[in-house]
């Protein structure tokens, strides 16, 4: 059954009605009530069952009821939730009505059973300090038959555990109600068998304040929010529960706000502007200097001094834009002289009988309400004897106060202006006025406390001692003028209403009232608008510490720290509350006000005070400080700060323009009090638009944008819009932004607008003294179609952005937008950096190591031996950081080896002559060998070599630091053979660890267009974001001279894969970010010259496939110069490739600069050795270079080429005077070169280089083997010549390397004799009695036949490699252990053969260190 149940909850006559609770002894909860209202909406996910008692609807609050069972305390929880228009406005209520009656007559009668009564259940919450609410309440009450239109409060409070909240316009009422409270008489008993009529009653307006607040939201139509539920509820433990309420009715269609719902009414001719108070001849200010309502009396005397006009001020009405309710202000006349005078802060005594002792009192007050007597003002005329003021038209039927008007200023003032008669026909109540006589003004005042229902107290604390009462004595035909002038203004309120400050300028003195939500401390800070807040300023702190007592501070401050101490103190406290004032987010926190002199005379750390603009800033803490004066600590503020620009004599913000200026856009600003002027203008017809978001945040995401045009018809449009992605701004249903003028003429477009700094939108951004992202767009030449939300403009021809603050105009060169290239750059940056980091870290880790080890065996004392880490590291063990060294021994016989070629057979399983140790016992002086000399080799009857050793200068070269590899365990060789093994496809030269470096790359690029993009950034313009970067990764690895070269130890012909791949990446990227576009891609400029970049990217790509590099390298080379073409257009396309493409072809001209310099001037060949279609070409060294085994030049021949450069392997060893190349007549050039070499003895050269090494020290391992093709063959020969000391004049002591397995397989025996030469003298040093490395000689003539003629050292057919490995492995194994360095440069076939021998071999503790040279760039 249904029916409508006015629940009028709260009466003022019963006390009591408080937040309180009272505990049953059967109780076990808690009760606990909360200071404030909580801001956040509770989750409903605790709550099993729901309800909607009255649903949403067009114009209509909803309520809701949300429960659950409580099985363990018996109880049930509960949820009471409906819209209100304020968090201190409205209240709901439910009650339990037993199913067993049947209301009628509206549900304000009921039955005459014992339980015909209502449970009822009330929240609210109030800013009024004296309210029965304060600041919220959820109370246990009852509705009888006795007293059915008025709730009673239940003297026996049952609920617990209540929190109020409010969130979103939604008020939440949860707390905890038992079955069975004890409590017969007011309580419903929850048991299983009570069924219960679930009533209600809501108003989303009036609050259960000292008033009985109606549950109509439509007084004009009749409108009531009450009524039941649909069916009955049992709240037993076995209940199966109501039907869960209907998602649709979560979102509400209507919001009720104070402003303009249902009742509510904003009225012009009440908020705005302070009214003008020059009309006014007379100015009495009532309230003192420790008074911060600031009272003033106005008025002026009519000509024939029959009346007065008047003008009442209060700061009374900070309020009224969150409760819709202002405070009042009041003032009387009382007659002065009398035989009974006013006592009592001014109230007249009412025990004294006489005609004259009364008050004729005036009073006004405002409200949003228009059911409010006071909706939407009133100036009452009244009177009042003792305590209780009186209405006179309630008493005498008369209201003698004309030209009734009220006004508040955005300040929270309020303004009554009225006239009033000298003489009235009310003689009882009114007085009689006699200009020249005396009066004692009595007023008083409350910001909380309204005239709409009730007669106020003029309370201003919720601690009930402060009023707002006094009284003044006055003449009305004196002249008076008030002492404290309020300039225009004269307050400021912080965006998020934490803050606010009000001042007061009079005689030099100027009077601060500054509130803040937080109640510990609250500071402001003065000083130069150019000078930072905070590093500079003149600061005040203040509190009320724990006594009540007001603590004020002078400080100064320098730096981001605590003010200083000011050893002068010019800030005097006047007085404090523990509530807000200005209108903040909430009631409860701190008010203190405070003055000092404009210019106190301390100028080194107070800030002169003046008619000018200053920086303002401002700060608070929930906390209390500690201690007093100096020695006071605070906390820090945190995030509860800002700054502004102020200026407090003038009042306002500063009002000189600025301006900016970028490309084809210019706009100049203005600020005045809370708002801003913008003209903004451009090179264009069609249309501009400026945008603001927080500074670093990308201009197109979370901006608020204002696009402006002319029409067609020469009209201005103006559209405030907001945008959260890369796309047109969304059309703003609160426009802020005011059109001024528009012109276009000359190409030129000019739109003037104007809009508040914070307009209290949530799409538009607020505007203060902090830098944001400022950002501007136009089209040339695209006139939008449409209007307002309709309209439709075409993408932007030209736009930039900037950090600005646009208080002091200056361009702030911080900050920098986070677009997915400078994500994608940073990320790899760090990651190329943090590898670095361990790479360096582990080479200084090993060369102090190392370097001690050395010291350590430098300093061995005589009688020990410093070969004994040798010694013990027989039987298997690899040597670990020993030093060669051999030490005299005069009186040991010469060692010898067998004289065996087959020496693989009488070599022992260490691969080393067993009579070859270096474990030499140490002379018996202990004195180091020196002049180590070697003679011819010698061979003894018994087939041993002899080796003679005279001492004398030691070779420096013998004192080897160098530490032998180690073998690694298995687990590491694992991961290498895994790692560094090839691809398994014919043809490729692919390590996996590399194709899995660029997959983590590839992984990176694509996670910003699936995985984790950007926010505002979708996929078409991520990837055009992308290939910015790796335009700027490409170019890195593509330099000779590449900062990775030095990062990641990469040289120059293993970083150009990376080269290549990143292109291709490149290329891909701008083609799927060019896809997106394709429809625009001739309409717009921006679009014509991004097609131009992809065109050069992709000829550049189509130029760069291997037989265009290997057969048409001039071709190849001159034509990728085109990537110049693709960054010139990539910077056309947009700026944001700016930054990119400046460092791509700086890290380019650098390394263009110092190839320059290296190789700028010719010199002389030593010498052309021509010899069957291949020359040997002898040269100086370069000055600038640091040689190293495996390196390769760059070499131009002027007189063949003068701007070609072609790369050659050095085939001369790095501790060799001189350098030497071999170069083979296969393309044009070279043949050029074989010719021009045979026909001339020297030719002119230029050399840049050398460049590349190898990835490892051939010299630290006991086993090494080369394989090398026809002219591959010279790293390989450099390689020799090193470790025979070909053309080297040092001496031999390179103890670490025992057998070099050298294999060369050659077509014909032409190619052999190239370096046949150098192959014979190392093979004999070999043979020598000299500790050189066993060569074990591989070399091939792969067209030979078994009897064909063949060199000496040469062999027929193709070398084995299988078998070559296996040997080797068995030369270099100390026990179960190896590890091998192998060389390979040469064909593809045979390199890849042996790239996977490596590989196949690699395992247990077995270890092939393997690096093949770039045969080809």
């Given at each position: 059954?249904k029916?409508?149940?006015?629940?009028?909850?709260?009466?003022?006559?019963?006390?009591?009605w408080?937040e309180?609770?009272?505990?049953?002894?059967?109780?076990?909860?808690s009760?606990?009530?909360?200071?404030?209202?909580?801001?956040?909406?509770?989750?409903?996910?605790q709550?099993?069952?729901?309800?909607?008692?009255?649903?949403?609807?067009?114009?209509?609050?909803?309520?809701?009821?949300?429960?659950?069972?409580?099985?363990?305390?018996?109880?049930?929880?509960?949820m009471?939730?409906?819209?209100?228009?304020?968090?201190?406005?409205?209240?709901?209520?439910?009650?339990?009505?037993?199913?067993?009656?049947?209301?009628?007559?509206?549900?304000?009668?009921?039955?005459?059973?014992?339980n015909a009564?209502?449970?009822?259940?009330?929240?609210?919450?109030?800013?009024?300090?004296s309210?029965?609410?304060?600041?919220?309440c959820?109370?246990?009450?009852?509705?009888?038959?006795?007293?059915?239109?008025r709730?009673?409060?239940?003297?026996?409070?049952?609920?617990?555990?209540?929190?109020?909240?409010?969130?979103?316009?939604?008020?939440?009422?949860?707390f905890?109600?038992?079955?069975?409270?004890?409590?017969?008489?007011?309580?419903?008993?929850?048991?299983?068998?009570?069924?219960?009529?679930?009533?209600y009653?809501?108003?989303?307006?009036?609050?259960?304040?000292?008033n009985?607040?109606?549950?109509?939201?439509?007084?004009?139509s009749?409108?009531?929010?009450?009524?039941?539920?649909?069916n009955?509820?049992?709240?037993?433990l076995?209940?199966?529960?109501?039907?869960?309420?209907?998602?649709?009715?979560?979102?509400?269609?209507?919001?009720?706000?104070?402003?303009?719902?249902g009742?509510?009414?904003?009225?012009?001719?009440?908020?705005?502007?302070?009214?003008?108070?020059?009309?006014?001849d007379?100015?009495?200010?009532?309230?003192?200097?420790?008074?911060?309502?600031?009272?003033?009396?106005?008025?002026?005397?009519?000509?024939?001094?029959?009346?007065?006009?008047?003008?009442l001020?209060?700061l009374?009405a900070?309020?009224?834009?969150?409760?819709?309710?202002?405070?009042?202000v009041?003032?009387?006349?009382?007659?002065y002289?009398?035989?009974?005078?006013?006592?009592?802060?001014?109230?007249?005594?009412?025990?004294?009988?006489?005609?004259?002792?009364?008050?004729?009192?005036?009073?006004?007050s405002?409200?949003?309400?228009?059911?409010?007597?006071?909706?939407?003002?009133?100036?009452?005329?009244?009177?009042m004897i003792?305590?209780?003021?009186?209405?006179?038209?309630?008493?005498?039927?008369?209201?003698d106060?004309?030209?009734?008007?009220?006004?508040?200023?955005n300040?929270?003032?309020?303004?009554a202006?009225?006239?009033?008669?000298?003489?009235?026909?009310?003689?009882?109540?009114?007085?009689?006025?006699?200009?020249?006589?005396?009066?004692?003004?009595?007023?008083?005042?409350?910001?909380?406390?309204?005239?709409?229902?009730?007669?106020?107290?003029h309370?201003?604390?919720?601690?009930?001692?402060?009023?707002?009462?006094?009284?003044k004595?006055?003449?009305?035909?004196?002249?008076?003028?008030?002492?404290?002038?309020?300039?225009?203004g004269?307050?400021?309120?912080?965006?998020?209403?934490?803050f606010?400050?009000?001042?007061?300028?009079?005689?030099?003195?100027?009077?601060f009232?500054?509130?803040?939500?937080?109640?510990?401390?609250?500071?402001?800070?003065?000083?130069?608008?150019?000078v930072?807040?905070h590093?500079?300023?003149?600061?005040?702190?203040?509190?009320?510490?724990?006594?009540?007592?007001?603590?004020?501070i002078?400080?100064?401050?320098?730096?981001?720290t605590?003010?200083?101490?000011?050893?002068?103190?010019?800030a005097?406290?006047i007085?404090?509350?523990?509530?807000?004032?200005?209108?903040?987010?909430s009631?409860?926190?701190?008010?203190?006000?405070w003055?000092?002199?404009?210019?106190?005379?301390d100028?080194t750390?107070?800030?002169?005070?003046?008619?000018?603009?200053?920086?303002?800033?401002?700060?608070?803490?929930?906390?209390?400080?500690?201690?007093t004066?100096?020695?006071?600590?605070y906390?820090?503020?945190?995030?509860s700060?800002?700054?502004?620009?102020?200026?407090?004599?003038?009042?306002?913000?500063?009002?000189?323009?600025?301006?900016?200026?970028?490309?084809?856009?210019?706009?100049t600003?203005?600020?005045?009090?809370?708002?801003?002027?913008?003209?903004?203008?451009?090179?264009?017809?069609?249309?501009?638009?400026?945008?603001?978001?927080?500074a670093?945040?990308?201009?197109?995401?979370?901006?608020?944008?204002?696009?402006?045009?002319?029409?067609?018809?020469?009209?201005?449009?103006?559209?405030?819009?907001?945008?959260?992605?890369?796309?047109?701004?969304t059309y703003d249903?609160?426009?802020?932004?005011?059109?001024?003028?528009?012109?276009?003429?000359?190409?030129q477009?000019?739109i003037?607008?104007?809009?508040?700094?914070?307009t209290?939108?949530?799409?538009?951004?607020?505007?203060?003294?902090n830098?944001?992202?400022f950002?501007?767009?136009?089209?040339?030449?695209?006139?939008?179609?449409?209007?307002?939300?309709?309209?439709?403009?075409?993408?932007?021809t030209?736009?930039?952005?900037?950090?600005?603050?646009?208080?002091?105009?200056?361009?702030v060169?911080?900050?920098v937008?986070?677009?997915?290239a400078?994500?994608?750059?940073?990320?790899?940056?760090?990651?190329?950096?943090?590898?670095?980091?361990?790479?360096?870290?582990?080479?200084?880790?090993?060369?102090?190591?190392?370097?001690?080890?050395?010291?350590?065996?430098e300093?061995?004392?005589?009688?020990?031996?410093?070969?004994?880490?040798i010694?013990?590291?027989?039987?298997?063990?690899f040597?670990?950081?020993?030093m060669?060294?051999?030490?005299?021994?005069p009186?040991?016989?010469?060692?010898?080896?067998?004289?065996?070629?087959?020496?693989?057979?009488?070599?022992d399983?260490?691969?080393?002559?067993?009579?070859?140790?270096?474990?030499?016992?140490?002379?018996e002086s202990?004195?180091?060998?020196?002049?180590?000399e070697?003679?011819?080799?010698k061979?003894?009857?018994?087939?041993?070599?002899?080796?003679?050793?005279?001492?004398?200068?030691f070779?420096?070269?013998?004192?080897?630091?160098?530490?032998?590899?180690?073998?690694g365990?298995?687990?590491?060789?694992?991961?290498?053979?895994?790692?560094?093994?090839?691809?398994?496809?014919?043809g490729?030269?692919?390590?996996?660890?590399?194709?899995?470096g660029?997959?983590?790359?590839l992984?990176?690029?694509?996670?910003?267009?699936?995985?984790?993009?950007l926010?505002?950034?979708?996929?078409?313009i991520?990837?055009g974001?992308?290939a910015?970067?790796?335009?700027?990764?490409v170019?890195?690895?593509a330099?000779?001279?590449?900062?990775l070269?030095?990062?990641?130890?990469?040289?120059?012909?293993?970083?150009?894969?990376?080269?290549?791949?990143?292109?291709?990446?490149?290329?891909?990227?701008?083609?799927?970010?060019?896809a997106?576009?394709?429809?625009?891609?001739?309409?717009?400029?921006?679009c014509?010259?991004?097609?131009t970049?992809?065109?050069?990217v992709?000829?550049?790509?189509?130029?760069?496939?291997?037989?265009?590099?290997?057969?048409?390298?001039?071709?190849?080379?001159?034509?990728?110069?085109?990537?110049?073409?693709?960054?010139?257009?990539?910077?056309?396309?947009?700026?944001?490739?700016?930054?990119?493409a400046?460092?791509?072809?700086?890290?380019?001209?650098?390394?263009?600069?110092?190839?320059f310099?290296?190789?700028?001037v010719?010199?002389?060949?030593?010498?052309?050795?021509?010899?069957?279609?291949?020359?040997?070409?002898?040269?100086?060294?370069?000055a600038?270079?640091?040689?190293?085994?495996?390196?390769?030049?760059f070499?131009?021949?002027?007189e063949?080429?003068?701007?070609?450069?072609?790369p050659?392997?050095?085939?001369?060893?790095?501790a060799?005077?001189?350098?030497?190349?071999?170069?083979?007549?296969?393309g044009?050039?070279?043949?050029?070169?074989?010719?021009a070499?045979?026909?001339?003895g020297?030719?002119?050269?230029?050399?840049?280089?050398?460049?590349?090494?190898?990835?490892?020290?051939?010299?630290?391992?006991?086993?090494?083997?080369?394989?090398s093709?026809?002219?591959?063959?010279?790293?390989?020969?450099?390689?020799?010549?090193?470790i025979y000391?070909?053309?080297?004049e040092d001496?031999?002591?390179?103890?670490?390397?025992?057998?070099?397995?050298?294999?060369?397989?050659?077509?014909?025996?032409?190619?052999?004799?190239?370096?046949?030469?150098?192959?014979?003298?190392?093979?004999?040093?070999?043979?020598?009695?000299?500790?050189?490395p066993?060569?074990h000689?591989?070399?091939?003539?792969?067209?030979a036949?078994?009897n064909?003629?063949?060199?000496?050292?040469a062999?027929p057919?193709?070398?084995?490699?299988?078998?070559?490995?296996?040997?080797?492995?068995?030369?270099?194994?100390?026990?179960?252990?190896?590890?091998?360095a192998?060389?390979a440069?040469?064909?593809?076939?045979?390199?890849?053969?042996?790239?996977d021998?490596?590989?196949?071999r690699?395992?247990?503790?077995?270890?092939?260190?393997?690096?093949?040279?770039?045969?080809?760039?």
């Amino acid at each position: 059954m249904k029916f409508t149940l006015a629940l009028c909850v709260l009466a003022v006559c019963v006390s009591g009605w408080a937040e309180g609770q009272i505990l049953g002894p059967q109780q076990t909860f808690s009760a606990t009530v909360p200071s404030t209202v909580q801001r956040l909406a509770p989750t409903v996910n605790q709550y099993t069952s729901c309800i909607d008692l009255q649903p949403y609807a067009v114009n209509q609050p909803s309520v809701r009821m949300y429960w659950s069972i409580d099985s363990v305390n018996n109880a049930v929880n509960i949820m009471m939730r409906s819209q209100v228009a304020c968090p201190t406005c409205g209240y709901v209520s439910v009650g339990l009505y037993p199913s067993t009656y049947a209301p009628f007559d509206g549900g304000h009668q009921y039955g005459t059973g014992s339980n015909a009564f209502v449970d009822l259940w009330a929240a609210s919450s109030s800013t009024n300090v004296s309210a029965n609410c304060y600041p919220w309440c959820i109370n246990d009450a009852y509705m009888a038959p006795g007293r059915p239109y008025r709730p009673i409060r239940d003297a026996k409070d049952n609920l617990y555990n209540k929190i109020l909240s409010y969130s979103n316009g939604m008020i939440y009422a949860q707390f905890t109600r038992p079955f069975i409270t004890g409590d017969n008489f007011y309580d419903q008993n929850m048991t299983a068998t009570n069924e219960f009529w679930l009533v209600y009653s809501c108003n989303p307006y009036f609050n259960m304040d000292n008033n009985i607040p109606e549950h109509y939201y439509d007084q004009g139509s009749n409108t009531w929010c009450s009524g039941s539920s649909d069916n009955v509820v049992n709240f037993s433990l076995n209940s199966t529960a109501v039907q869960a309420c209907n998602v649709s009715n979560d979102l509400p269609p209507q919001t009720f706000t104070v402003q303009n719902m249902g009742v509510q009414q904003t009225t012009s001719t009440i908020v705005g502007v302070a009214p003008k108070t020059l009309g006014y001849d007379n100015c009495l200010q009532l309230t003192g200097a420790a008074d911060p309502h600031n009272i003033y009396l106005r008025w002026t005397v009519s000509k024939d001094n029959a009346s007065i006009n008047f003008m009442l001020q209060g700061l009374v009405a900070q309020n009224y834009m969150v409760t819709g309710e202002a405070g009042y202000v009041g003032v009387g006349l009382y007659p002065y002289g009398t035989m009974y005078p006013p006592y009592g802060g001014g109230h007249p005594d009412q025990m004294i009988p006489s005609t004259d002792n009364f008050t004729d009192l005036w009073a006004a007050s405002a409200s949003m309400f228009n059911g409010s007597r006071c909706f939407p003002f009133c100036i009452d005329d009244a009177y009042m004897i003792g305590y209780q003021p009186a209405n006179d038209v309630f008493s005498a039927g008369t209201d003698d106060i004309t030209g009734k008007n009220v006004m508040i200023d955005n300040s929270g003032n309020l303004y009554a202006m009225f006239t009033r008669a000298v003489a009235t026909p009310d003689t009882t109540y009114d007085q009689q006025i006699d200009i020249n006589k005396q009066y004692t003004l009595l007023y008083s005042c409350s910001p909380y406390q309204s005239l709409s229902y009730a007669v106020p107290e003029h309370q201003v604390s919720n601690t009930g001692a402060a009023r707002c009462a006094g009284m003044k004595t006055m003449t009305f035909s004196q002249n008076y003028q008030c002492t404290t002038t309020t300039p225009t203004g004269t307050t400021y309120t912080s965006p998020n209403k934490d803050f606010f400050v009000s001042w007061s300028v009079a005689s030099g003195m100027i009077t601060f009232t500054m509130s803040s939500i937080g109640v510990g401390w609250l500071g402001i800070g003065f000083s130069a608008v150019t000078v930072p807040p905070h590093t500079g300023s003149d600061m005040v702190v203040a509190w009320v510490d724990s006594a009540g007592a007001v603590q004020i501070i002078d400080g100064f401050s320098s730096k981001q720290t605590q003010p200083t101490y000011d050893v002068q103190q010019d800030a005097t406290a006047i007085s404090s509350m523990k509530t807000t004032t200005g209108g903040l987010s909430s009631a409860t926190g701190l008010t203190i006000q405070w003055s000092r002199k404009l210019d106190t005379g301390d100028a080194t750390n107070d800030y002169v005070i003046s008619n000018a603009p200053l920086t303002f800033a401002w700060a608070y803490h929930t906390d209390l400080p500690t201690g007093t004066g100096s020695n006071a600590q605070y906390m820090y503020h945190g995030a509860s700060r800002d700054n502004t620009f102020l200026n407090f004599v003038g009042g306002g913000g500063p009002v000189a323009g600025q301006t900016y200026t970028s490309g084809k856009f210019s706009a100049t600003w203005q600020i005045s009090g809370t708002s801003i002027t913008f003209n903004m203008s451009g090179q264009a017809v069609g249309w501009i638009s400026v945008g603001f978001s927080a500074a670093g945040v990308d201009a197109h995401k979370g901006s608020d944008m204002i696009v402006g045009w002319v029409d067609t018809t020469g009209a201005v449009q103006i559209i405030d819009g907001f945008s959260s992605s890369q796309s047109q701004p969304t059309y703003d249903e609160q426009q802020d932004a005011i059109p001024i003028s528009g012109t276009v003429s000359g190409g030129q477009i000019a739109i003037v607008f104007t809009r508040a700094l914070n307009t209290g939108d949530v799409n538009d951004y607020a505007i203060t003294n902090n830098p944001l992202t400022f950002a501007w767009a136009l089209h040339t030449t695209a006139v939008p179609t449409g209007t307002a939300a309709t309209a439709m403009y075409t993408f932007h021809t030209d736009y930039d952005e900037v950090v600005l603050n646009l208080f002091t105009g200056g361009v702030v060169l911080i900050l920098v937008k986070m677009t997915p290239a400078l994500s994608l750059s940073i990320v790899v940056s760090a990651l190329i950096l943090a590898y670095s980091i361990v790479r360096f870290g582990w080479k200084l880790l090993k060369y102090f190591s190392t370097n001690k080890a050395v010291q350590q065996d430098e300093h061995e004392v005589p009688d020990q031996d410093p070969l004994k880490d040798i010694k013990s590291s027989r039987n298997g063990k690899f040597l670990r950081g020993s030093m060669a060294v051999d030490y005299a021994n005069p009186a040991k016989e010469a060692l010898k080896q067998p004289d065996n070629e087959e020496d693989d057979e009488n070599e022992d399983a260490h691969g080393e002559d067993p009579h070859d140790s270096p474990d030499l016992p140490p002379k018996e002086s202990g004195e180091l060998k020196e002049n180590v000399e070697f003679s011819p080799s010698k061979r003894s009857s018994d087939g041993r070599r002899s080796k003679t050793k005279n001492y004398g200068q030691f070779s420096p070269d013998m004192y080897t630091k160098l530490k032998e590899k180690s073998s690694g365990n298995k687990g590491a060789n694992f991961f290498a053979r895994i790692t560094k093994a090839r691809l398994p496809f014919k043809g490729v030269q692919i390590a996996v660890v590399d194709l899995v470096g660029f997959g983590i790359y590839l992984f990176i690029n694509l996670g910003y267009v699936i995985w984790w993009p950007l926010q505002g950034y979708t996929p078409d313009i991520t990837w055009g974001y992308l290939a910015v970067a790796n335009a700027f990764f490409v170019a890195l690895p593509a330099t000779r001279n590449s900062v990775l070269v030095y990062l990641l130890g990469a040289p120059f012909d293993k970083t150009i894969q990376f080269h290549r791949w990143l292109g291709y990446l490149c290329l891909v990227e701008s083609s799927l970010h060019w896809a997106y576009y394709f429809p625009y891609t001739l309409l717009y400029e921006k679009c014509i010259t991004g097609l131009t970049s992809w065109i050069f990217v992709f000829l550049v790509f189509l130029t760069s496939v291997d037989k265009m590099r290997r057969f048409y390298f001039n071709t190849f080379y001159t034509l990728h110069f085109l990537f110049l073409g693709f960054y010139i257009g990539g910077v056309g396309h947009t700026k944001e490739f700016v930054p990119y493409a400046a460092l791509a072809l700086i890290l380019y001209g650098m390394d263009r600069i110092v190839r320059f310099f290296l190789g700028a001037v010719p010199k002389r060949t030593l010498q052309l050795n021509v010899h069957e279609g291949a020359v040997k070409i002898n040269f100086s060294k370069n000055a600038f270079g640091s040689y190293a085994l495996g390196q390769y030049v760059f070499l131009n021949f002027p007189e063949i080429g003068l701007l070609e450069w072609h790369p050659f392997t050095l085939s001369s060893g790095p501790a060799e005077p001189t350098c030497e190349v071999m170069v083979k007549g296969l393309g044009d050039h070279t043949k050029k070169l074989v010719q021009a070499s045979a026909e001339k003895g020297k030719l002119w050269i230029r050399v840049d280089g050398p460049y590349g090494k190898w990835p490892f020290n051939i010299m630290r391992y006991r086993t090494v083997i080369l394989v090398s093709g026809g002219v591959g063959v010279t790293p390989c020969m450099a390689a020799l010549r090193h470790i025979y000391h070909i053309n080297r004049e040092d001496k031999l002591g390179d103890f670490r390397l025992k057998s070099v397995f050298f294999v060369w397989s050659c077509k014909d025996a032409s190619d052999f004799h190239w370096y046949g030469d150098v192959l014979e003298t190392a093979f004999n040093r070999s043979e020598s009695g000299a500790d050189y490395p066993k060569l074990h000689n591989h070399s091939h003539i792969t067209s030979a036949r078994e009897n064909d003629p063949l060199p000496a050292l040469a062999k027929p057919g193709r070398p084995r490699l299988e078998k070559i490995f296996e040997a080797a492995e068995n030369a270099a194994k100390k026990g179960e252990e190896a590890r091998i360095a192998v060389i390979a440069c040469g064909p593809e076939s045979l390199v890849n053969l042996t790239w996977d021998e490596t590989s196949k071999r690699t395992q247990d503790r077995n270890r092939f260190d393997f690096h093949h040279e770039t045969f080809e760039f």
